[in-house]
């Protein structure tokens, strides 16, 4: 079946300006969760979404970090106002009901703030 | 709070050897223990967990890991080391008490012909 997937691939901006990355975890998966990884590093949770309860935001780095997911599908990142630091792959994970130990990543989202 | 460590930024052997990737955790309850592999352009993969049960565990692609409660290791290996399993290995370990997984800052394994 299909994995996770995330879009786009790749994407270049702007210093300042705000971008959108997206998150398809696997059908059926009720929890997902992103994290970054800057080059060299290991990776850093963001946050944590699962079921209907209220997501784990304990890993966004600051204000200009947010996401949302739509019920137990898609999930978006946003930053606003990009810094240069913000220049990372950014992971999607998600995992089954009850599985939570096991989870499945994505491509990432190559994010290069010029 | 959680961290993990690989002291190894690198490891390098030479196919058919045997080769190890060192993780070392600290956490303040029972530990869940993962093995990840990043191959180039790609996700990551999992490779292997601890949860609970045999301290030897066996993982895909013919990998094990030794989880070693009194030296807080989680070690990985192989017995015959093949240059298709060049990639990045990422240890991670989850707090029961968590769902977040906190991650190591990878080792980059080279296997030579």
């Known amino acids: 079946g299909a994995g996770v997937s995330q879009s786009p691939s790749n994407k270049v901006t702007e210093k300042g300006k705000d971008v959108e990355l997206r998150c398809d975890p696997i059908?059926?998966?009720?929890?997902l969760y992103w994290y970054r990884q800057r080059l060299g590093q290991g990776l850093e949770f963001l946050i944590y979404?699962?079921?209907?309860?209220?997501?784990?935001k304990s890993g966004l780095p600051s204000d200009r970090f947010s996401a949302e997911r739509t019920g137990e599908s898609v999930s978006t990142l946003t930053i606003q106002r990009t810094q240069q630091e913000d220049s990372a792959v950014y992971l999607c994970?998600?995992?089954?009901?009850?599985?939570?130990?096991?989870?499945?990543f994505g491509p990432g989202t190559r994010l290069t703030v010029l | 709070a959680q961290s993990v460590a690989q002291p190894e930024d690198q490891v390098k052997v030479a196919e058919g050897n045997p080769l190890t990737v060192k993780c070392t955790y600290s956490?303040?309850?029972?530990?869940?223990l993962f093995w990840y592999v990043q191959y180039p352009n790609r996700g990551l993969q999992f490779l292997l967990k601890?949860?609970?049960?045999?301290?030897l565990v066996k993982g895909s692609y013919g990998f094990e890991a030794e989880f070693n409660k009194s030296q807080t290791s989680f070690h990985l290996k192989k017995p015959s080391a093949l240059v298709s399993d060049s990639a990045l290995y990422f240890c991670?370990?989850?707090?029961?008490?968590?769902?977040?997984?906190?991650f190591g800052t990878g080792t980059r394994l080279l296997v030579s012909p």
């Open positions: 994970a998600s995992s089954p009901e009850g599985r939570t130990d096991t989870q499945y």
């Open positions: 059908s059926g998966h009720t929890a």
């Open positions: 979404f699962q079921g209907n309860s209220a997501p784990d």
């Open positions: 956490v303040s309850g029972n530990p869940y």
């Open positions: 601890y949860i609970t049960g045999d301290n």
């Open positions: 991670a370990v989850r707090d029961i008490r968590f769902q977040k997984l906190v």
